[in-house]
């Protein structure tokens, strides 16, 4: 694996993989890596000739000074952790990324203003100018995205089919630790106690789902069933519980397939988590 810091370096490396004719997978990251991450690799390796994974701490997607300082960094673990499985490490400074005469920005649409975006203004915004950055930098044939953030993987796929960007956007599957607890960087600033009790989120979320299979359709009633689970775990606070149809649209009536949606703090560690359900 060669680690690359430059981003004239990796576009010279991509557009000549491609012009090879070599198809690239590409996963973007914020380090802090863990199985999930290496989940999204490993598919991305199952289907592509070369895989690049970029590290950066995207300041413009924080809508907290204090969350940014508090991310978790470690490069030199996280490249050990990959380096069997990819060929190249984009490491950018955030001056190589944003140059003091950078002005332009991607502006969302309403699918981003709600749930995520609600709660952290801006969010999106600057989640979508990376990786609009990153997907013309490294010219990837896929990319692949993890649907733990479900709404970031549907803001990044109606973009690349707005701006007629020519790379497939790849959902992968939730990794979970044993408990049930859905895999994040965020995580490790659990305490022991506070981990434990944050596998009853994806509990929460299954007797939901369960709730919905034996057949209740009544989206309110739904959503108030699982914010009610959710108000009995200790120590947190929620900001919210949604049902929502695949591409997030609010329905009064599930008749179609839906992914509940649910965000909230344990300590002073915000998690989000969801789960689909499909209408068979």
Known sequence: MKVIKKVISISKIANNIRLKKNTIGFIPTMGALHEGHLFLIQKAREENDIVIVSIFVNPKQFTNAHDLEKYPHNIEKDRLLIESYVDYLFVPSEQEMYPSDFHTSITVGDHAHDLEGEFRSGHFEGMATVVHKFLTICVPTRAYFGLKDYQQFM??????????????????PTVREESGLAM??????????????????????LDTKNKIISGERNSHVVEKYCMDLLLQIPNSKIEYVAVRTLPLKRIPIIQSDIVLLVALSIGHVRLIDNIIVRNN
């Open 155 to 172: 803001v990044v796929s109606q973009m690349v089919e707005d701006l007629n960007i020519n790379v497939k956007i790849i959902g992968v």
């Open 184 to 205: 994040s960087s965020r995580n490790v600033q659990l305490s022991d106690v506070d981990r434990k009790i944050a596998a009853r989120v994806y509990k929460a979320l």
